[in-house]
């Protein structure tokens, strides 16, 4: 026990919990303070490995680099793969056209990445389960390792069941690699473990104390199961989780939509799951504190205005989606000129708020916009000496969302009642969105359930931008076909084909997705 407190803190450093103990800038005011210490352990045993799974969270391969955006942004219209063309050109017709290949290079990583998840998180159950076999009692902090071991295990199951379909079900501890080479099971008993585990996950605190920032409450373990369900379309049960977590009062709209991705609008009211992230002066770029979400989608560009890769970069037809005057869209998109190109007249003219910079990228780009809700803040990059934005946290679920499937569920359940909480709940987001503008953005009043679903659909489509669940939201509701066919999608493209490294490997036990054998 005692050698495994003494390297908590590296632990707890993974999840960057942490703040440099020199760095009294009020640069860094908005940042989580204080340094954690062998006295602040909670939880015993299972506390340094559950720190770990935050870590492993922000992992480049599943949330904040270029596996993570080619499975949740570029398959949607409203993503490129970006950068310049012929960087990673070999990803375009699969990511962005549909023309998948088993092989693809970017399908092992994330495969792998929410299984080693997956299997850390089983080793912390086992190790509970095992020790209350023997007699042992848990405490209440022992108890809550637990549940947070089981919604990390519950996320990644639902990032491979929404990616992939029938994935292997490995709910178990791993102590050879044979164990692992399982066959697949259905979908209905890949949901089946998500729901027991959220479930379980729901017991977790409604809050924590400002130390323990950022770790998962039943709120998140809710929205997640809310989200879950979502993709059945189980529109009570939806309905419920969502509400569940409205009424427990913890979150709120009161953030300003523009300061929401601003660092000082991190762990804001409006955050209901986010990943914390951080950095020294000392090590300004490394993902053992903070993630590289911002460098691999940040400005391509020289000098001052090299602010990373440029992957990841939105469409024009993003921009068509909004209402005229959306003030949401200048806090989505991030504008550039390029060496052959002017700064463009729909930008505002002083540059990017609230900075006013004026961006200039490469040309031959393979994108219109940048990613605004991963643009850091130039005073920190001065502060660190680094224009990456290691520092930055990803904001996983936000309050809105939740809003939004609440309001959905209650569309789609129908009658008066129902229908006028969703009218309710769609204005409450409009309204935050609308501001101090009376002149944008009208109250949707329609109480006819075709046109109200279709509103909903929108508000996610732009209060959600460039975040990570469009082309899901699309395959949900059965519109992919018709908002992505003209780029070649087809109804197998709900799934992913397996990695063929996966299927070599199994010698024989996985079996390839249907509709990509031969």
Same mark, same amino acid.
């Not at 969270?57 to 949330?63: C, D, L, P, S, V």
């Not at 959220?198 to 709120?219: K, M, N, Q, V």
């Not at 000082?264 to 009211?269: A, D, F, I, L, T």
């Given at each position: 026990?005692?050698?495994?407190?003494?390297?908590?803190?590296?632990?707890?450093?993974?999840?960057?919990?942490?703040?440099?103990?020199?760095?009294?800038?009020?640069?860094?005011?908005?940042?989580?303070?204080?340094?954690?210490?062998?006295?602040?352990?909670?939880?015993?045993?299972?506390?340094?490995?559950?720190?770990?799974?935050?870590?492993?969270?922000?992992?480049?391969?599943?949330?904040? @680099?270029?596996?993570?955006?080619?499975? #949740?942004?570029?398959?949607?219209?409203?993503?490129?793969?970006?950068?310049?063309?012929?960087?990673?050109?070999?990803?375009?017709?699969?990511?962005?056209?549909?023309?998948?290949?088993? !092989?693809? !290079?970017?399908?092992?990583?994330?495969?792998?990445?929410?299984?080693?998840?997956?299997?850390?998180?089983?080793?912390?159950?086992?190790?509970?389960?095992?020790?209350?076999?023997?007699?042992?009692?848990?405490?209440?902090? %022992?108890?809550?390792?637990?549940?947070?071991?089981?919604?990390?295990?519950?996320?990644?199951?639902?990032?491979?069941?929404?990616?992939?379909?029938?994935?292997?079900?490995?709910?178990?501890?791993?102590?050879?690699?044979?164990?692992?080479?399982?066959?697949?099971?259905?979908?209905?008993?890949?949901?089946?473990?998500?729901?027991?585990?959220?479930?379980?996950?729901?017991?977790?605190?409604?809050?924590?104390?400002?130390?323990?920032?950022?770790?998962?409450?039943?709120?998140?373990?809710?929205?997640?199961?809310?989200?879950?369900?979502?993709?059945?379309?189980?529109?009570?049960?939806?309905?419920?989780?969502?509400?569940?977590?409205?009424?427990?009062?913890?979150?709120?709209?009161?953030?300003?939509?523009?300061?929401?991705?601003? %660092?000082? @609008?991190?762990?804001?009211?409006?955050?209901?799951?986010?990943?914390?992230?951080?950095?020294?002066?000392?090590?300004?770029?490394?993902?053992?504190?903070?993630?590289?979400?911002?460098?691999?989608?940040?400005?391509?560009?020289?000098?001052?205005?090299?602010?990373?890769?440029?992957? #990841?970069?939105?469409?024009?037809?993003?921009?068509?989606?909004?209402?005229?005057?959306?003030?949401?869209?200048?806090?989505?998109?991030?504008?550039?000129?390029?060496?052959?190109?002017?700064?463009?007249?729909?930008?505002?003219?002083? @540059?990017?708020?609230?900075?006013?910079?004026?961006?200039?990228?490469?040309?031959?780009?393979?994108?219109?916009?940048?990613?605004?809700?991963?643009?850091?803040?130039?005073?920190?990059?001065?502060?660190?000496?680094?224009?990456?934005?290691?520092?930055?946290?990803?904001?996983?679920?936000?309050?809105?969302?939740?809003?939004?499937?609440?309001?959905?569920?209650?569309?789609?359940? !129908?009658?008066?009642?129902?229908?006028?909480?969703?009218?309710?709940?769609?204005?409450?987001?409009?309204?935050?969105?609308?501001?101090?503008?009376?002149?944008?953005?009208?109250?949707?009043?329609?109480?006819?359930?075709?046109?109200?679903?279709?509103?909903? #659909? #929108?508000?996610?489509?732009?209060?959600?931008?460039?975040?990570?669940?469009?082309?899901?939201?699309?395959?949900?509701?059965?519109?992919?076909?018709?908002?992505?066919?003209?780029?070649?999608?087809?109804?197998?493209?709900?799934?992913?084909?397996?990695?063929?490294?996966?299927?070599?490997?199994?010698?024989?036990?996985?079996?390839?997705?249907?509709?990509?054998?031969?």
């Amino acid at each position: 026990m005692k050698n495994i407190l003494k390297n908590i803190r590296l632990a707890v450093a993974g999840l960057a919990l942490v703040v440099a103990a020199g760095a009294c800038s009020d640069l860094l005011d908005q940042r989580p303070q204080g340094e954690w210490t062998i006295d602040d352990v909670e939880g015993g045993a299972y506390f340094s490995q559950v720190m770990a799974l935050y870590s492993m969270a922000r992992n480049y391969n599943i949330t904040a @680099g270029i596996p993570a955006f080619a499975f #949740h942004y570029y398959r949607s219209e409203d993503s490129r793969k970006g950068s310049v063309k012929t960087d990673g050109a070999e990803h375009t017709p699969m990511w962005d056209g549909y023309q998948y290949t088993a !092989g693809n !290079g970017l399908l092992n990583p994330y495969w792998s990445t929410n299984y080693e998840i997956i299997n850390a998180a089983n080793t912390i159950i086992a190790q509970a389960d095992k020790a209350q076999s023997g007699g042992a009692q848990l405490n209440e902090a %022992e108890m809550q390792c637990i549940m947070e071991a089981r919604f990390f295990r519950a996320w990644c199951f639902f990032n491979l069941v929404r990616a992939f379909g029938e994935v292997p079900l490995v709910n178990f501890a791993i102590e050879n690699s044979e164990q692992a080479n399982i066959p697949k099971s259905p979908v209905d008993a890949i949901y089946k473990q998500i729901d027991e585990d959220l479930s379980a996950a729901e017991g977790l605190p409604l809050s924590w104390e400002s130390r323990f920032i950022g770790r998962l409450t039943s709120g998140a373990a809710r929205a997640l199961h809310a989200k879950s369900y979502a993709q059945r379309r189980m529109w009570p049960q939806m309905y419920q989780c969502a509400k569940q977590v409205i009424d427990s009062k913890r979150y709120d709209l009161k953030t300003p939509f523009e300061k929401i991705f601003r %660092e000082e @609008g991190e762990n804001s009211s409006e955050s209901v799951w986010e990943l914390q992230c951080t950095a020294t002066t000392a090590e300004p770029s490394t993902d053992k504190l903070g993630s590289q979400f911002c460098q691999v989608q940040g400005c391509r560009g020289a000098g001052s205005s090299d602010l990373g890769w440029g992957w #990841h970069m939105a469409t024009m037809e993003l921009f068509k989606a909004f209402e005229a005057g959306d003030p949401r869209r200048d806090e989505t998109l991030l504008y550039f000129s390029t060496p052959t190109k002017p700064w463009p007249d729909y930008a505002p003219a002083d @540059g990017n708020r609230p900075f006013n910079e004026k961006l200039v990228a490469q040309d031959g780009l393979d994108g219109v916009f940048f990613n605004k809700k991963a643009y850091c803040s130039p005073r920190l990059r001065e502060f660190y000496g680094n224009r990456n934005g290691f520092w930055y946290n990803i904001r996983m679920i936000r309050y809105s969302d939740v809003v939004l499937m609440a309001a959905e569920a209650a569309c789609e359940m !129908g009658g008066g009642t129902y229908t006028r909480e969703a009218l309710d709940l769609l204005e409450s987001v409009r309204k935050r969105a609308r501001g101090s503008r009376t002149d944008v953005l009208p109250k949707v009043t329609t109480t006819d359930q075709a046109e109200l679903r279709k509103a909903i #659909h #929108h508000e996610r489509h732009v209060e959600l931008a460039l975040e990570f669940d469009r082309f899901y939201d699309l395959v949900r509701w059965n519109e992919a076909v018709e908002v992505l066919g003209p780029q070649g999608y087809q109804d197998k493209n709900k799934y992913l084909p397996l990695p063929q490294t996966q299927i070599d490997a199994s010698n024989g036990v996985l079996v390839q997705n249907p509709d990509y054998v031969g």
